[in-house]
């Protein structure tokens, strides 16, 4: 049986260090390969050290979260807003026509409110209360090709720009 103590890497994947600073004669000697004077060559410095100017780590806010670039926002239309409409024919233009969605807005029927006509209703989602609302009423559901092309340009606001 295998042990903790048994393990070892496999042969080859591990290199010996290069042994730097041991005298003018190999290679790595006299400077070991740290170059002629300045910070770097005679102490230890953070990577993030850039020479007293501000930092990177504070020259940016502090941001809280983030934006998911792939969010797909719906725009919610109700049953109730369905039957006041008088609509037949219930698809995103005819919506946008009424004033009821915005322009190139994905469509999302919700089941508040009753219906009692029979409606066609062709949207990019429909929630499973109201679909069963709409073909308890004798009409008919079409689900539409999602719109959204690719990731949103990032949220407008409070975003630093470097200038």
């Known amino acids: 049986m295998l042990k903790p103590h048994d393990l070892q890497p496999a042969p080859g994947s591990k290199k010996r260090p290069k042994r730097v600073g041991r005298g003018i004669a190999g290679k790595g000697g006299k400077t070991a390969g740290r170059g002629m004077k300045g910070t770097k060559a005679r102490s230890k410095v ?14 940016l806010p502090k941001m809280k979260g983030f934006t998911n670039p792939f969010r797909v926002e719906y725009q919610p239309i109700n049953l109730d807003t369905i039957a006041d409409s008088e609509l037949n024919d219930v698809t995103p233009e005819a919506l946008l026509k009424k004033g009821l969605v915005a322009k190139g807005a994905m469509v999302k029927v919700l089941g508040r409110g009753e219906i009692d006509r029979p409606v066609t209703v062709k949207a990019h989602a429909v929630s499973k209360s109201a ?7 004798g009409g008919t559901v079409e689900i539409l090709p999602p ?17």
């Not at 953070?46 to 020259?59: D, H």
């Not at 719109?147 to 200038?163: I, L, V």
């Open 46 to 59: 953070p990577v993030w050290y850039e020479g007293g100017q501000l930092p990177l780590q504070r020259r």
């Open 147 to 163: 719109t959204f092309k690719g990731p949103r340009p990032p949220a407008r606001g409070n975003q630093h720009t470097n200038r």
């Open 131 to 137: 679909e069963a609302a709409i073909t308890a009423a």
